[in-house]
């Protein structure tokens, strides 16, 4: 692989760059006045015409394909048979803005201010892949073709829970044929540093329900005669992970794989300042077991979380009620090559065995994503980020959850995410914004992987 590596040139495209700054952030700018929020439809339409209409001229040969739905928007250009196609996603739908009277300028005003590009959306997400589709258009500009073949897709639901990407995904193999996804969304850390991904954590978020009497009773009158929901529910949880922290229902851990030796070395190699960390949520030791490193917590293991348990009387004073129902909200992240559905059935079955008169209720889930960071792509995506902003951190999975699953699991291509935001985004909240900066980096990204690519194959890769 190292020989496919011979970098290419990339001084006359990051020029070009450098030259349009401009004309790009005005362009960018005219994507952000259009809202496209996705909760209510607002401007979803309008959007995925514009980018349609951006990705046009660039020979990608857009199309908006609807689904039960917010449309997608795919496009697509094969210069180079014989090199690799990457899929590029990303999503043009925003968050709502609200609450309004918290943004400093307005959420589809875009404005710069210390450096930073304010808006909806500029970060999450549309900041991010208009910059990838720069980079494809400063290429052309440059070269007249592109080094390596391109799809784009673009999602119009993505921030109402991507409802729609699984079946969007399995009937429309053809369309996304490719031989590797890049997702540039959501922040890179605290630290700034670049950063280059390869998997997320799944996600199961369900509900435990117990229920006593048909009414709550007075605890002197009924308590030891009747039974108490809340103490099912404690006594329940209790069975299913342990003061050592491991999660003792059957078969739980059956599927997790140790880490390869790469995956540990990175997961090493990522900075923390524990003591640091720990001073600033105000604790004074992690969550046990103890002897896990900070980022394999996150990457490696499963977890179990209640995030929630409420009954009875929680208000002020005292309440000598005995509740008659009593709920657990609960969630579990998921790492490779654990399934939703597998760890949900082991869930209800320890249910059933320890606590069978309560309730498992479902409430969604996302299959967790892994590509090893032995895939011969590690290295030139590895390349081209170094060249366009620096050297990466590799992290084999972030802790939190993206649908990336439909893309490693369902397509069974390798998956990555080059997240160009700063980390305090502000996604999802008011003044959400994007450095300058970063947005140019994004753009020559973009351009400098489509070229470290294109060489792989090129090279006898
Ligand atoms: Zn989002």
Redesign the pocket.
């Given at each position: 692989m190292t020989t496919a590596l011979n970098s290419p040139d990339l001084g006359d495209v990051f020029a070009y760059i450098d030259a349009h700054r401009q004309e790009y952030l005005d362009r960018l700018f005219v994507y952000l006045r259009q809202p496209s929020i996705s909760a209510h439809g607002l401007g979803i339409a309008e959007t995925a015409e514009h980018i349609a209409g951006v990705m046009a001229p660039l020979g990608l040969a857009p199309r908006i394909v609807p689904t039960a739905g917010w449309p997608m928007v795919l496009g697509t250009r094969d210069d180079r048979p014989g090199t690799p196609t990457v899929l590029l996603y990303g999503?043009y739908d925003?968050?709502p803005p609200d609450p309004l009277d918290a943004w400093v300028s307005p959420p589809f005003e875009p404005t710069i201010r210390d450096g930073r590009i304010y808006a909806r959306g500029v970060g999450?997400?549309k900041g991010q892949h208009f910059a990838q589709i720069l980079g494809i258009e400063a290429t052309l500009a440059c070269r007249g073709a592109l080094p390596c073949n391109v799809k784009v897709l673009l999602e119009g639901e993505?921030?109402i829970g991507s409802p729609r990407m699984p079946a969007f995904v399995r009937d429309h193999r053809a369309d996304l044929g490719a031989d590797l996804v890049v997702t540039s969304?959501?922040p890179v850390d605290e630290n700034g540093l670049p950063v280059l991904r390869f998997g997320v954590r799944g996600v199961i978020n369900f509900e435990l329900r117990a229920r006593g009497a048909n009414r709550d009773l007075h605890s002197g009158n009924w308590g030891g005669v009747a039974p108490n929901p809340l103490w099912t529910l404690v006594h329940l949880l209790g069975t299913m992970k342990n003061e050592h922290g491991d999660v003792t229902i059957d078969g739980f851990y059956d599927a997790v794989g140790p880490q390869t030796p790469l995956e540990q070395a990175a997961l090493a190699a990522l900075p923390v300042d524990l003591d640091a960390t720990m001073r600033s949520l105000d604790v004074t030791q992690l969550d046990a077991p103890a002897d896990r490193g900070f980022y394999e917590r996150l990457s490696a293991w499963p977890t179990f979380t209640i995030n929630g348990l409420h009954g009875g009387y929680g208000g002020p004073g005292s309440k000598t009620v005995l509740p008659h129902e009593a709920f657990a909200k609960c969630d579990m992240r998921l790492v490779e090559a654990q399934t939703a559905e597998d760890i949900f059935a082991r869930v209800e079955a320890h249910v059933r065995r320890h606590a069978p008169g309560v309730e498992v209720i479902w409430q969604g889930a996302m299959d967790p994503s892994r590509t090893p960071i032995e895939s011969p792509y590690t290295a030139p995506l590895r390349a081209a980020i170094t060249a366009a902003q620096g050297a990466p951190q590799l992290v084999p999975a972030m802790g939190g959850s993206l649908p990336d699953y439909v893309f490693t699991k369902t397509l069974g291509l390798p998956a990555f995410q080059i997240p160009y935001a700063n980390a305090d985004e502000a996604?999802?909240a008011p003044n959400e914004n994007l450095e300058v900066e970063r947005f140019f980096n994004g753009i020559k990204t973009g351009a400098a992987l489509l070229a470290h690519l294109g060489a792989m194959r090129r090279a006898g890769g």
């Open positions: 999503h925003v968050q999450d997400n993505e921030e969304d959501g996604n999802h």
